[in-house]
């Protein structure tokens, strides 16, 4: 389906929903991480692109307080008062930190997040229907993608002039103050930011941003990735616990984040730290930011094969310094390379989600099926295998 007629249809499924049409229709991406790791919660660098995979809104302006939020995923109704069945009703001048609401806890704190910097034309409310096809559990930022499209949509319909840019620090503020989550900014900048073709290359301290080509198939390459269909939930204290270990680190060092930690000086740092964890946390996240560095390098002088080793290294520091990684991951890497891939390893916060593989052309259906194997031999689910094209970033479909 064509994103105009995935727009068309969301707008004609509001107007059944609402009894009127929407303003408007926006998307956001999900996306994937090729490299960099945990380092956006330490001021350092990442490097994702945006998926084909969006979440659509469908988005019209109220002038009673009233926000209702309505998503073809969801199947229980929420809230209270007169509102489309399924739909979550909430007063938009009551909103706060804590309050529940599941799912629509995304989109309901981007309003909030924007009323608290001081953006009072959102109080007037708002309806929405959602509907997205970015995989949810799978790391592949399900979450980032509601909220910048509900974030791009408020900012077009009140004229907020924000830039994409602080449209993801919205969106980012809205995760970790709104719903709980101390996600960094990678997932919103991507969403909000990447482009066609491109990776983008963020600097997650001053959010410089450089957009770097990235085109597989014209060196017969192809990335893929694999849902391994094990969700997870960042929510639950690991990916928080890991923050506070990184942040441990930085203090005994004396630098403000590990990214003040330069890769040539990692082993003088790691004998200063006595805590075998942090130490283990702070080499994971030195090292993935000097892989950043490689990958960046490596596809600027048009080497885009020789980034498969880069993506093994990080895996194993994953797996291994961070502990983020789970069986089903480390199946998927490892049925990927022994069928031939040239590298792969886990993306996102882990303990579920997916891998990330790049591979020959000519090996990408072979390696498919060497993972697919791999996983019905130990009685799993079939994991979801599907090519990662560079896509656009959050934009306006009608």
Known sequence: MTATAAAEEVAARFEELYGRAPDGVWAAPGRVNLIGEYTDVNGGFVMPLALPHTAVAAVARRDDGVLRIHSAEADAAAGAGPAPPGAVRLDAATLAPGGGTGWAAYPAGVLWALREAGHEAVAGGVDIHLSSTVPTGAGLSSSAALEVVTALALNDLHGLGLSAQRLAVVAQRAENAFVGVPCGVMDPMASACCAEGHLLHLDTRDLTQRQVPFDAAAHGLRLL???????????????????????????????????????????????????????????????????????????????????????????????????????????????????????ARMTGGGFGGSAVVLVDEDRADAVTAAVAAAFAAEGLAAPRVFPAVPSAGARRLL
Do not use: Q
């Not at 990692?266 to 946390?281: I, K, Q």
């Not at 960046?296 to 093994?312: S, W």
């Open 225 to 343: 990735v694999v849902d391994t269909r094990v969700r997870h939930a960042l929510g639950d204290g690991a990916y928080a616990e890991r923050r506070a270990g990184c942040e441990a680190g930085a203090a005994a060092l004396g630098v403000t984040t590990l990214r003040d930690v330069p890769y040539e000086e990692l082993p003088a740092a790691l004998e200063r730290l006595a805590d075998p964890v942090v130490r283990a946390y702070v080499r994971h996240v030195v090292s993935d930011n000097h892989r950043v560095a490689r990958t960046k390098a490596l596809l600027e002088a048009g080497d885009v094969r020789g980034v498969g080793p880069v993506l093994v290294e990080g895996h194993a520091s994953l797996r291994h310094d961070l502990r983020v990684s789970c069986p089903e991951l480390d199946l998927a890497v490892s049925a990927a390379l022994g069928g031939g891939a040239l590298g």
